[in-house]
């Protein structure tokens, strides 16, 4: 099978011509077998015969509207339609080899899930910058499909909540699978904000830390449990950290002993401390 082109086609083509088979024999004498005929052949001959390739040529060619079909669910994708298409025909190739009319009497409904399975899994492989459940990822196909489905139905494009009714999920679980969605085409940091290059790049919009906040956290934390402290000690602590005393002026004001002042203050902060350190591992 040739290599699949490198050309991009417009998400709106669908008519990508199927992988050109290598030794093809003419297909005229072939034409005229059904599709049972013609899965016979492919299964008892070598993969190297002419006729074996023949045989499947005009397979791919009758049920080129299966590929069709399975790849227009994926048209809104940043895939291009064409590579899609490509993946397709693979797909349809392994099922053609593979069937087995003993276990399925139809190969359209075996080769639908082939085909599909084929393009799902290049998505997997190829276009996921992170890793997504298969789950979501198959619940953002389904919302897709039925988003179009329901706006054919409704005349008006569905709300959230009929789209999940009509596929029987949460509104929390489809919101998390559109979101999964944005994994397909992450934004570089780098990328303007705008056309003008003044206009800064999406970098630019991210916080920074800010270290007045992390203050304002910390003094929440010694407020929930400042009324558990004398009020001596409260006292030392507010001329020490806020009045920028020394201890021998703060003993001086309380009529007490620059060492007195010393052990009251390390009694305050480590009853502070015990009960901050206890906060913080309870966040965790």
């Not at 899994?121 to 190829?126: A, G, I, P, T």
Request: charged residues 25%.
């Amino acid at each position: 099978m040739t290599a699949i082109s490198s050309r991009r086609a417009p998400a709106s083509d669908l008519e990508t011509d199927f992988p050109v088979l290598p030794g093809l024999l003419t297909t005229g004498d072939l034409a005229g077998l059904d599709d049972r005929a013609l899965l016979g052949i492919v299964g008892l001959l070598p993969p190297g015969s002419g006729r074996r390739a023949a045989a499947c040529e005009l397979l791919v060619s009758r049920y080129r509207w299966l590929v069709r079909s399975c790849v227009r669910r994926y048209l809104h994708s940043p895939e291009p339609a064409e590579d899609l298409m490509q993946l397709g025909y693979i797909g349809l190739l392994k099922a053609i080899g593979n069937f087995d009319p003993a276990i399925c009497g139809s190969l359209a409904a075996y080769a639908r899930p082939c085909i599909s399975g084929e393009i799902k899994r290049h998505f997997r492989d190829k276009r996921w910058q992170v890793h997504v459940k298969r789950s979501v990822q198959d619940l953002m196909l389904e919302a897709r499909d039925a988003t179009w489905q329901l706006a054919q139905e409704l005349g008006r494009i569905p709300a959230e909540s009929d789209i999940a009714r009509h596929l029987g999920v949460s509104t929390g679980d489809l919101r998390q699978a559109r979101r999964a969605e944005l994994a397909l085409q992450p934004s570089s940091l780098d990328a303007p904000l705008g056309s003008e290059p003044r206009m800064g790049t999406l970098a630019d919009t991210l916080g920074e830390q800010d270290l007045r906040i992390e203050h304002m956290l910390n003094m929440n934390a010694v407020t929930a449990h400042w009324g558990g402290l004398p009020s001596r000690e409260q006292a030392i602590l507010l001329m020490d950290f806020y009045g920028g005393m020394p201890q021998s002026e703060i003993g001086r004001q309380l009529g007490i002993s620059q060492m007195h002042v010393s052990r009251l203050r390390a009694r305050a902060l480590g009853y502070l401390r015990v009960r901050l350190l206890d906060l913080e591992e309870q966040a965790f």
